[in-house]
């Protein structure tokens, strides 16, 4: 991937991240919690994403994506703790909701969500303008 395609890539990986958070919105609000989830995930992931790619680094798997983000931005202090808190606990929930059929999220657990996951991607937006 050349410097524009990359630079393309976290442009629309960023916005899908935000659009996804507005899905999990109208999940959530229409009581779909365990789908809600599964988007809140997503959304996480397609920034965290994002940002692996802006330092070249491709992993294969969501646990890859997860320890790679953990490992390059969490334990090297360039973004809060709480983040990769945050991407392990919805990471575990999104499991949970999509593979354990007799699980059911609440609106509660759902809604105190979308403030954390909003400002981790606006976090790592900000980490990906000032790494240009």
């Known amino acids: 991937m050349n410097i524009d395609e990359r630079n393309e ?29 599964n988007r809140l995930y997503y959304a996480v992931f397609y920034a ?37 808190k945050l991407l392990a606990q919805l990471y575990d929930w999104r499991q949970k909701g999509d593979y354990e059929n007799l699980y059911d999220f609440s609106a509660e657990s759902v809604t105190s969500l979308f403030q954390p996951v909003h400002e981790m991607i606006s976090a790592i937006e900000n980490e990906l303008i000032h790494s240009q």
Do not use: C, M, P
């Open 9 to 37: 890539y976290i442009f629309h990986r960023i916005e899908t991240a935000y659009k996804t958070l507005e899905a999990a919105k109208l999940l959530s609000d229409n009581g779909y919690y365990n789908s809600a989830i």
């Open 48 to 84: 965290v994403n994002a940002l692996l790619v802006r330092s070249e680094v491709y992993a294969q798997s969501h646990s890859g994506v997860k320890s790679q983000f953990s490992l390059l931005f969490i334990k090297s202090g360039k973004l809060d703790k709480k983040f990769g």
